[in-house]
């Protein structure tokens, strides 16, 4: 992934809603996820990972990279 791609959720949460957007930059943040790391965040224990901001009709949103894929 990167700038100037176009992307897509890679699950899309609403039962098969194509949304695409574009990607306006790229940066590494942490993200906790629960669901496998459990309740209790401790940051120093993660590193940070790739997000993308993505450009969706006039609204960015910061996405992992893991949840993201490159519409071809």
């Given at each position: 992934?990167?700038?100037?791609?176009?992307?897509?959720?890679?699950?899309?949460?609403?039962?098969?809603?194509?949304?695409?957007?574009?990607?306006?930059?790229?940066?590494?943040?942490?993200?906790?996820?629960?669901?496998?790391?459990?309740?209790?965040?401790?940051?120093?224990?993660?590193d940070p990972e790739l997000?993308?901001?993505?450009?969706?009709?006039?609204?960015?949103?910061?996405?992992?990279?893991?949840?993201?894929?490159v519409v071809k």
């Amino acid at each position: 992934m990167k700038v100037g791609d176009l992307v897509m959720l890679a699950v899309h949460p609403h039962g098969g809603v194509n949304r695409t957007g574009v990607v306006v930059d790229t940066l590494q943040k942490k993200c906790w996820r629960t669901n496998v790391q459990g309740k209790k965040i401790n940051w120093d224990t993660i590193d940070p990972e790739l997000h993308g901001v993505v450009l969706f009709e006039d609204n960015t949103l910061t996405i992992p990279a893991t949840d993201l894929k490159v519409v071809k």
